[in-house]
């Protein structure tokens, strides 16, 4: 073949190879197959990160459980040992038993772990009986779950009756009259004034202070952390201030004598069967013939006092189920006696739920000889009722007349307060209504009773050789922490 024509050939294949689709399949199928793998490997990367961030929520999630179950430990632990926490900073775990000990090095409670699950906790609190910063105890804990660690800060303040232990805006002027910067009227759920309820003293609540009509409060006023004074009526003196705080009462039990069953005072206001049966038998001060009536029956436990009937009492402590006060009969505690009435559960009683275990109504009274102010003697009748953790209880104040000293102290009880009537003293309860042209007050001086104070942390011995008292802690505020812990360890909390 001759050069021109080799030529003609070789352009004319070039021209179909142009116009031609053969041979781009394999390059197509290459460049689609990569795309492909691209994009499928992206959603398996974006997928293995979502796993993984699932993954360390579900931990972190495990995480913060744990630490709140630590906290939740160190609070239950803090308030079934207080008795020990008087004599002793610190509760640890020594072979898994739960001991006291001191301080660490850097002024915290040794760490005490646990589990929950497959998360662990480690918790650290700040010694009883010292401040830690605005609080009076503070609880840290730790959450572990896998690689994930979260902390949370419980802080506390200790219960006591002896102020209002919130915080909040002071008045300018000083407060006046007595007895209204130290609460004397406490109902641990809610406080409901109306009509011409006039209280002299501080009041304090872990919820609502509900007040209406003409309503006067010449003290403090605690209501809980983010609860409030619903005011359709009421007013407060000048002077005083308003706080937030909460306030766990002390349970009757924690001081009650453990032997009240059997070792009590019953015996000198029963009438005797015999010759000194009971022992001390007919003891106790009655306006009428023992012979004709009893005030007291040794069997249901019930005092009961009517018409003109009057009882002096001058035992220890008496162990009653119910109290009953009808028309002009009074009830009183002997100068130089220290009278205490515990009051057992209503279950324990046999009574029905909704029993009323303490009755006043008409002219009736109590009242106390050796209480005189001026001679600054302030010994008042205590009167402490167990209550019912299912069952409702009352307590039901009402007098047309006199004045009234006493200390009501009722934690699982609901109080009712009417009448005319003054009280002089203590009214504490679960929720407290008062009402009517009832007033509460308390003389300069009053003192409670070293079973409703906190413990100093003293020396100072019990009958049986143990701490008197025990601390018990309210809480206060939760939050997390942020960061690592260092020192203290409630750094960045």
């Known amino acids: 073949m001759n050069a021109p024509m080799l030529h003609v050939r070789l352009r004319r294949q070039i021209r179909l190879l142009a116009r031609s689709e ?18 499928g490997s992206a959603a398996v990367v974006a997928t293995v990160d979502v796993q993984s961030g699932a993954k360390r929520d579900t931990a972190s999630k495990r995480a913060i459980a744990a630490a709140e179950s630590g906290a939740n430990v160190a609070t239950i632990r803090t308030a079934r040992h207080g008795a020990q926490l008087v004599s002793s900073p610190c509760l640890s ?63 506390f303040n200790e219960s006591g009756l002896s102020g209002t232990g919130g915080e909040g805006s002071e008045e300018e002027e000083e407060g006046e009259g007595s007895g209204g910067t130290s609460e004397g009227l406490i109902g641990e759920e809610e406080i409901e004034l109306s009509g011409n309820a006039d209280v002299r003293v501080g009041v304090g609540t872990n919820g609502n202070l509900v007040t209406s009509g003409n309503a006067s409060i010449c003290g403090d006023i605690r209501v809980g952390i983010g609860k409030e004074w619903i005011d359709s009526g009421g007013s407060q003196c000048n ?22 069953a059997t070792n009590n005072s019953n015996g000198r206001i029963t009438m005797c069967d015999g010759p000194e049966e009971p022992v001390d038998c007919q003891k106790d001060g009655y306006s009428r013939k023992w012979t004709d009536t009893s005030p007291f029956d040794p069997t249901t436990r019930e005092v009961n006092l009517n018409g003109n009937e009057t009882l002096t009492v001058g035992g220890g402590d008496y162990w009653l189920c119910s109290l009953k006060l009808n028309g002009n009969s009074e009830l009183i505690m002997a100068e130089g006696s220290t009278v205490r009435f515990f009051f057992d559960s209503p279950e324990n009683c046999g009574q029905s739920p909704g029993a009323t275990q303490i009755s006043m109504n008409g002219n009736n009274k109590i009242s106390a000889t050796g209480y005189q102010p001026s001679l600054e003697s302030f010994d008042v009748p205590g009167f402490y009722l167990l209550g019912s953790t299912s069952w409702e209880t009352t307590a039901y104040l009402s007098g047309n007349q006199g004045t009234n000293e006493l200390i009501l102290y ?42 409703l104070e906190p413990p100093s942390g003293s020396e100072e011995e019990g009958s049986e050789g143990e701490p008197s008292g025990q601390r018990l802690y309210t809480a206060q505020t939760f939050v997390e922490c942020t960061g690592v812990a260092t020192t203290p360890p409630n750094a960045s909390c």
């Open 22 to 39: 053969r041979g781009m399949a394999l390059p197509v199928a290459l460049f689609a197959m990569t795309a492909s793998v691209a994009l």
């Open 93 to 155: 775990e020594s072979g898994g038993v739960l001991v006291t000990t001191g301080v660490e090095a850097d002024g915290w409670c040794p760490e005490v772990t646990g589990s929950v699950g497959d998360a662990t906790y480690a918790y650290r609190t700040s010694p009883a009986g010292e401040q830690c910063g605005e609080f009076d105890l503070c609880v840290v804990s730790t959450g572990t779950a896998g690689e994930v660690s979260r902390r949370v800060e419980m802080t």
């Open 239 to 260: 002077g005083y201030e308003q706080t937030e705080g909460n306030l766990k009462l002390p349970p009757v039990s924690s001081f009650m004598p453990s032997d009240i």
């Open 410 to 451: 009722a934690p699982r009880t609901n109080i009712g307060v009417s009448g005319n009537a003054t009280f002089k003293g203590l009214i504490a309860g679960k929720r407290v209504t008062m009402s009517g042209n009832s007033t509460l007050e308390s003389d300069a001086g009053f003192e409670l009773p070293p079973e």
